[in-house]
């Protein structure tokens, strides 16, 4: 529980809560451990002891909350601030281990894994909290960066406007490597690296002039402005815990691998940063596809996630195999093949030409030039899993609208997950996820035959004919699907 100990200190007060190697240096998260994963409703179907949820949240927490303060699965944070912000003298152990629960279900619920919100905490923590002995067993840092880049990803959509998460982190990262954006008079140093800027309060006027000028102030950022061998700087090094700098921690900054956070899995791409562990940034390969694991966020009928997403849990277990080897060098930082890839391919402004004065032909430093590449680290190059569903309804994923049940295709995923089968591999590349008017099911011959008049791409009716060859339940080896217009 250490982690979670250093990432209570960043609050000055008890409810106020308004990459791995940052993770652990910002948050001072560990990062070794078990996946942080489970189920989201059906407890009593998952945990052991099949309890029902609610007996169990009583039973850990000697209460329970009044109905209007319950949503489902969801409590309101008033009502766990009002209960447990007061802990009496004199408390027996058993009370001070149930405030202690509630105080790390709050924590975990807003400061690290929060949403956007911020007023309602979810009970999946239970099984966490009921071993509190156990909780510094698992890998809190891989999950609050999962969460984070999945957040990033979503407010890249027009149509979420707020981002969520471990937004401490990002700020800190921010101060942190970018000196020159550093705001004045936060000099002094702290552990975790984060609660140098426990204090600081953004204004938030005049949004619009705001966003234009910390663009610019992005777009015209040299080589010197961004610090990549951060964390060997003699004032970090000073105040750094010396449980961070365990062999075991420090060796799993390099991984390639899954990271983890119930249904959320996100990739950890290591290689595209090797300047910030003292390597050279050559060519980078071709980015995994997981845009099918992208549109996951637990929504909808729930699952046992290790299971129904095991391949991806499994390269978490074996993250010592994916460490990577390469070059440590004396001047860290990316290759002239790296810059000249990325002058031609990247977007590299944020700001109109007319703010810019065109900088574009700007030569490659000589410095970069005369950079030694440093050896291409060899990695495992896993399968795209792509997703094929319509660009209407992925863009809709962490909106409102997304919560709609695709019963047909959750039915099928259920089946393909009891069969053992790659749900992401089988089903994502041939099933399309639509909206049913209606879904009768014919047998003829001993084939099934389930049809779905939906609204084709081009928005005229369409009929979805999912064919079943071979004896079972839809999802057999093969399955066919065939969109045909209405009425041919």
Not at 255 to 275: G, K, M, N, Q, S
Not at 322 to 349: A, C, K, M, N, T
Not at 395 to 416: F, H, K, N, Y
Not at 456 to 484: F, H, K, N, R, Y
Request: with cysteine.
């Amino acid at each position: 529980m250490a982690g979670l100990y250093h990432l209570a200190r960043l609050n000055e007060s008890w409810f106020r809560l308004d990459k791995p190697l940052d993770v652990a240096y910002h948050l001072g998260l560990p990062i070794d451990g078990q996946y942080v994963s489970g189920c989201l409703t059906d407890f009593s179907r998952f945990i052991e002891g099949s309890r029902p949820p609610w007996v169990w949240f009583e039973e850990l927490l000697g209460v329970l909350p009044p109905a209007n303060c319950i949503d489902k699965f969801i409590v309101k944070c008033t009502w766990f601030e009002e209960t447990f912000s007061d802990l009496s003298q004199g408390a027996d152990d058993e009370t001070v281990r149930r405030y202690a629960r509630a105080y790390i279900m709050m924590l975990l619920s807003t400061q690290l894994f929060g949403d956007k919100s911020g007023t309602c905490l979810h009970i999946r923590w239970l099984p966490y909290v009921a071993r509190l002995e156990d909780m510094g067993q698992y890998s809190w840092g891989s999950a609050a960066l999962s969460w984070l880049y999945r957040c990033m990803c979503r407010v890249a959509n027009r149509n979420v406007v707020k981002l969520a998460g471990p937004l401490q982190l990002l700020q800190s990262w921010i101060f942190w490597r970018f000196p020159g954006f550093r705001p004045d008079g936060y000099d002094v140093f702290h552990w975790p690296l984060a609660w140098r800027w426990g204090g600081y309060q953004p204004s938030l006027s005049n949004k619009g002039p705001r966003v234009a000028n910390w663009r610019l102030r992005i777009d015209l950022l040299q080589l010197g402005d961004f610090l990549w061998m951060l964390y060997s700087l003699a004032e970090v090094v000073q105040v750094v815990h010396p449980e961070i700098l365990d062999p075991r921690h420090m060796t799993l900054w390099r991984a390639t691998t899954a990271l983890i956070y119930f249904a959320v899995i996100e990739w950890h791409p290591v290689d595209r940063v090797l300047p910030q562990f003292g390597g050279v940034q050559g060519r980078p390969r071709a980015t995994l596809n997981i845009d099918f694991l992208m549109s996951k966020d637990g929504r909808g009928r729930d699952r046992w996630f290790p299971l129904s997403l095991q391949s991806w849990h499994m390269h978490w277990s074996d993250r010592a195999q994916h460490v990577l080897q390469f070059d440590i060098v004396p001047d860290p930082g990316p290759s002239h093949e790296y810059l000249d890839w990325w002058y031609q391919h990247g977007r590299r402004f944020l700001s109109p030409e007319l703010l810019l004065g065109d900088p574009r032909r700007a030569a490659i430093p000589a410095q970069v030039i005369e950079r030694v590449p440093g050896r291409r680290p060899e990695m495992d190059q896993l399968p795209d899993v792509l997703e094929n569903r319509r660009v209407a309804r992925r863009q809709c994923v962490g909106t409102r609208s997304s919560q709609r049940e695709w019963i047909w295709l959750e039915e099928a995923i259920d089946v393909m997950e009891r069969r053992g089968g790659d749900v992401g591999g089988e089903l994502g590349g041939l099933v399309d996820e639509v909206e049913s008017e209606v879904v009768p099911e014919v047998v003829v011959g001993g084939t099934r035959v389930q049809e779905e008049v939906v609204t084709g791409m081009t928005g005229d009716p369409m009929m979805v004919i999912a064919v079943e060859m071979g004896s079972g339940t839809l999802g057999a080896q093969v399955v066919i699907v065939e969109e045909v217009a209405v009425g041919e």
